[in-house]
């Protein structure tokens, strides 16, 4: 399982990448697609939505079951990868390049709460 070091995570299995103009992309882990399966259906959230710290505001659905996706820090979504909902196969084909949404966050700082990924898989270890 691809488990980049550059991102941070969530506990719900969102990564969080840091954009140059200080923006956030967002999408889930390849743990979180692994489990899932293959990807049917991807909802994504509208721009413009302002977020609230781990509200639902999208869906990944597979064939095994649906799953929300949360806001990993509050803020506003400034865009949203439409390709997902055409195709949402890309979820499982690399689940770091398929990204969901970007987030202008309130508060920058609110991204250093986030797991690093040696305490995410920590998180993930301790599931097993």
Not at 23 to 46: H, K, N, R, S, W
Request: contains cysteine; hydrophobic residues 45%.
């Amino acid at each position: 399982m691809a488990l980049p070091a550059d991102l941070k995570y969530t506990e719900s299995h969102e990564w969080v990448r840091r954009e140059a103009d200080g923006t956030l992309t967002v999408g889930i882990t390849d743990y979180a697609q692994e489990a899932l399966g293959d990807m049917v259906f991807v909802e994504l959230p509208e721009v413009g939505r302002q977020l609230a710290k781990g509200e639902a505001c999208g869906v990944v659905e597979s064939v095994k079951a649906a799953s929300d996706v949360y806001a990993p820090v509050a803020g506003e979504v400034v865009a949203a990868n439409t390709a997902l909902t055409e195709k949402p196969e890309l979820v499982n084909a690399n689940a770091f390049d398929a990204w969901m949404f970007r987030l202008k966050p309130d508060n920058p700082a609110d991204v250093e709460a986030l797991l690093d990924a040696a305490k995410y898989q920590a998180n993930l270890d301790a599931q097993k």
